[in-house]
């Protein structure tokens, strides 16, 4: 059993390697590259199909560039189209300038700071599409890759070298936007658990409810269920004190 689990734990880390390997190189990663990868787990055709499956739904390419628009919401598609409108009037930059800015702004150079945010703003956009399947709004995830470019402008000294600049706030930008997927999953799985213990709740009510013929009181559900207190009082608070067959003996 410890063996099966640290396989699975494994497979759960090398197929998050692939996938942020793919993210760092726009999205896309070779057959090969996923081979090699996995190489030492054995995984028959059909679990490699499965990865396939996976990076496909993240939208990204197997050997090939991914579709980043395709699931995106008419509204978003419209929020993305004014954006990039808007970025339109930027001026764009020549590689000799590019670096000479990237010099100034290692530097230290504010202003060269600030036309390097606007230089990288469009890739923040590119960077967004990405991620865009993963349940956060393309407009949350350009706010929080642009807050990632505008910190990282000041950061640069770090890196010292203008060659390695768009690397490392491309880097930034992927961090910020993972982060926040992250954190509106945790509170998607926070939401479940809450919907589920309202469900549990109620359901119960109900059954004793129509046992009883009337509406049931927290001690009565308590005595039937062997649940705390605590528990069926966090339902009903959850509920907004909507479920219907507990009397809670508070005034509404």
Do not use: C
Request: charged share 35%; glycine share 6%.
């Amino acid at each position: 059993m410890g063996n099966i689990d640290n396989k699975e734990k494994e497979f759960a880390e090398i197929l998050k390697l692939v996938t942020r390997t793919a993210r760092e190189n726009k999205n896309t990663i070779s057959k090969e590259q996923i081979d090699l990868a996995f190489s030492e787990l054995d995984l028959d055709e059909k679990q490699l199909d499965m990865v396939y499956d996976y990076l496909k739904n993240h939208k990204i390419g197997v050997g090939e560039d991914a579709d980043f628009d395709e699931d995106l919401s008419q509204e978003e598609k419209n929020y993305l189209e004014d954006y990039i409108e808007s970025l339109s009037s930027l001026n764009k930059l020549s590689d000799g300038e590019l670096e000479a800015i990237q010099m100034s702004a290692i530097a230290g150079d504010k202003d060269a700071q600030s036309r390097l945010i606007e230089n990288y703003l469009p890739l923040v956009v590119d960077v967004a599409r990405m991620y865009s399947e993963q349940g956060v709004y393309i407009e949350d995830l350009i706010g929080e890759g642009n807050v990632a470019l505008t910190k990282g402008v000041t950061m640069l000294e770090a890196v010292g070298e203008p060659k390695e600049v768009e690397a490392f706030l491309y880097k930034m930008m992927l961090d910020a936007m993972e982060k926040i997927i992250q954190e509106n999953l945790s509170e998607d799985a926070g939401m479940q658990k809450v919907l589920t213990l309202v469900n549990e709740v109620a359901d119960k009510a109900k059954e004793l409810s129509d046992d009883l013929r009337r509406k049931v009181t927290v001690e009565e559900l308590m005595e039937e269920t062997g649940w705390e207190e605590d528990k069926i009082r966090s339902a009903i608070k959850f509920s907004g004190d909507k479920i219907e067959d507990i009397d809670s003996g508070e005034k509404k």
